[in-house]
């Protein structure tokens, strides 16, 4: 059984920068497709970044240019950098592995507890 565990969060201004991490135990990032996503109360949840085991990465367009996935495959980690933060990237943030089927967007089976990201104006 993987357990994703996200750490990093916190209340930073518009224009400041967060690192978020994603730690694996009971199973490796090595070979796994590792999806970050954000949700917020009342909404649904949105895809923010994919991160590949070849280290090809996609993200979506509200982040391109301001976040950046990266993975340290030796220490379980996988990583979302973000900069230029804005108050729309207010969520808490979550971190998934196991996904079913083909696409990056999920369904994944295995997902943290999440953490929060307040970004203020």
């Known amino acids: 059984q993987v357990q994703l565990v996200e750490s990093g969060g916190g209340l930073v201004q518009a224009g400041g920068s967060l690192r978020l991490s994603c730690a694996a135990s009971?199973?490796?990032?090595?070979?796994?497709?590792v999806g970050w996503f954000r949700q917020t109360p009342g909404k649904e949840r949105e895809f923010v970044a994919v991160s590949w085991s070849t280290g090809n990465t996609r993200y979506a367009d509200s982040v391109k240019g301001r976040f950046t996935v990266s993975r340290d495959n030796a220490k379980n980690m996988v990583y979302l950098e973000m900069n230029s933060l804005k108050p729309d990237d207010t969520a808490v943030y979550h971190c998934?592995?196991?996904?079913?089927?083909?696409?990056?967007?999920?369904?994944?089976?295995?997902w943290g507890q999440g953490t929060q990201v307040t970004v203020s104006s």
């Open positions: 998934a592995t196991g996904v079913v089927g083909s696409s990056f967007l999920g369904p994944y089976r295995y």
């Open positions: 009971g199973g490796t990032f090595r070979t796994s497709i």
